[in-house]
Protein backbone atom coordinates (compact mmCIF):
# COMPACT_ATOMS: atom_id res chain seq x y z
CA UNK A 1 0.00 0.00 0.00
CA UNK A 2 1.57 3.35 -1.21
CA UNK A 3 1.07 6.25 1.45
CA UNK A 4 1.98 10.10 0.91
CA UNK A 5 2.67 12.62 3.52
CA UNK A 6 2.53 16.05 2.51
CA UNK A 7 4.28 19.12 4.59
CA UNK A 8 5.32 22.52 4.38
CA UNK A 9 2.16 24.59 4.48
CA UNK A 10 1.64 27.21 6.74
CA UNK A 11 0.40 30.95 6.78
CA UNK A 12 2.47 33.37 4.69
CA UNK A 13 1.50 37.18 3.30
CA UNK A 14 0.82 38.02 0.07
CA UNK A 15 3.55 37.86 -2.29
CA UNK A 16 5.48 35.41 0.01
CA UNK A 17 6.41 31.97 -0.56
CA UNK A 18 6.18 28.29 0.07
CA UNK A 19 8.06 25.31 -0.52
CA UNK A 20 5.54 21.36 -0.55
CA UNK A 21 6.39 18.27 -0.12
CA UNK A 22 5.29 14.95 -0.29
CA UNK A 23 7.04 11.65 0.71
CA UNK A 24 5.69 8.31 -0.90
CA UNK A 25 6.37 4.81 0.79
CA UNK A 26 6.28 1.81 -1.40
CA UNK A 27 8.59 1.27 -5.12
CA UNK A 28 5.97 2.80 -7.39
CA UNK A 29 6.92 6.44 -6.90
CA UNK A 30 9.30 6.72 -9.91
CA UNK A 31 6.73 5.38 -12.22
CA UNK A 32 3.69 7.21 -11.20
CA UNK A 33 3.03 10.72 -12.32
CA UNK A 34 2.74 13.24 -9.67
CA UNK A 35 -0.14 15.89 -9.09
CA UNK A 36 -0.78 18.50 -6.67
CA UNK A 37 -4.42 19.57 -6.06
CA UNK A 38 -5.94 21.61 -4.36
CA UNK A 39 -9.63 22.41 -2.35
CA UNK A 40 -10.35 26.07 -1.04
CA UNK A 41 -13.64 25.93 1.57
CA UNK A 42 -16.85 25.79 -0.32
CA UNK A 43 -14.82 24.83 -3.25
CA UNK A 44 -14.25 21.48 -5.20
CA UNK A 45 -10.81 20.01 -5.70
CA UNK A 46 -9.19 21.62 -8.37
CA UNK A 47 -5.74 20.21 -10.48
CA UNK A 48 -2.97 22.06 -9.50
CA UNK A 49 0.60 20.87 -11.60
CA UNK A 50 1.49 17.58 -13.04
CA UNK A 51 5.18 15.65 -13.40
CA UNK A 52 4.90 12.76 -15.61
CA UNK A 53 7.38 9.88 -15.17
CA UNK A 54 9.31 11.09 -18.05
CA UNK A 55 9.72 14.71 -16.67
CA UNK A 56 7.19 16.55 -18.91
CA UNK A 57 5.23 19.13 -16.21
CA UNK A 58 1.68 20.76 -16.64
CA UNK A 59 -0.14 23.43 -14.46
CA UNK A 60 -3.04 25.09 -14.40
CA UNK A 61 -3.11 28.56 -15.64
CA UNK A 62 -4.15 30.23 -12.26
CA UNK A 63 -0.80 28.99 -11.03
CA UNK A 64 1.03 29.25 -14.32
CA UNK A 65 4.47 31.11 -13.75
CA UNK A 66 4.43 31.28 -9.98
CA UNK A 67 4.25 27.66 -8.87
CA UNK A 68 6.51 25.05 -10.28
CA UNK A 69 6.63 20.58 -9.36
CA UNK A 70 9.65 18.74 -9.31
CA UNK A 71 10.59 15.66 -8.00
CA UNK A 72 13.40 13.41 -6.56
CA UNK A 73 12.92 9.78 -7.26
CA UNK A 74 16.15 8.85 -5.09
CA UNK A 75 13.71 9.72 -1.99
CA UNK A 76 10.49 9.37 -2.99
CA UNK A 77 9.90 13.15 -2.86
CA UNK A 78 7.55 15.54 -4.74
CA UNK A 79 7.69 19.00 -4.13
CA UNK A 80 5.84 21.79 -4.98
CA UNK A 81 8.08 25.56 -5.05
CA UNK A 82 4.72 28.18 -4.66
CA UNK A 83 6.35 32.00 -5.19
CA UNK A 84 4.22 34.92 -5.42
CA UNK A 85 1.40 33.62 -3.54
CA UNK A 86 -1.91 35.09 -3.47
CA UNK A 87 -4.92 34.78 -1.13
CA UNK A 88 -6.53 32.91 -3.78
CA UNK A 89 -4.19 30.29 -3.37
CA UNK A 90 -5.13 29.28 -0.04
CA UNK A 91 -6.16 25.71 0.29
CA UNK A 92 -5.49 22.19 1.80
CA UNK A 93 -3.13 21.39 -0.76
CA UNK A 94 -3.00 17.67 -1.17
CA UNK A 95 -0.45 15.64 -3.39
CA UNK A 96 -1.81 12.34 -5.68
CA UNK A 97 0.25 9.43 -7.77
CA UNK A 98 -1.08 7.66 -10.35
CA UNK A 99 0.10 4.40 -11.63
CA UNK A 100 -1.95 1.97 -14.10
CA UNK A 101 -5.47 3.08 -13.03
CA UNK A 102 -4.57 3.41 -9.56
CA UNK A 103 -4.46 6.67 -7.77
CA UNK A 104 -3.41 7.50 -4.24
CA UNK A 105 -3.93 10.60 -2.05
CA UNK A 106 -1.94 11.97 0.86
CA UNK A 107 -3.92 13.49 3.75
CA UNK A 108 -2.97 17.07 2.43
CA UNK A 109 -1.41 20.41 4.34
CA UNK A 110 -2.97 23.71 4.49
CA UNK A 111 -2.29 26.50 2.91
CA UNK A 112 -2.86 30.22 4.05
CA UNK A 113 -2.44 33.55 2.29
CA UNK A 114 -3.18 36.64 4.49
CA UNK A 115 -1.96 39.59 5.67
Known amino acids: QVQLVESGGGLVQPGGSLRLSCVASGTIFSRATLNWYRQAPGKQREWVAR???????GYADSVKGRFTISRLNTKNTGYLQMNNLKPEDTAVYYC?????????WGQGTQVTVSS
Open 96 to 104: NLFLSSNGY
Open 51 to 57: SSSGGYT
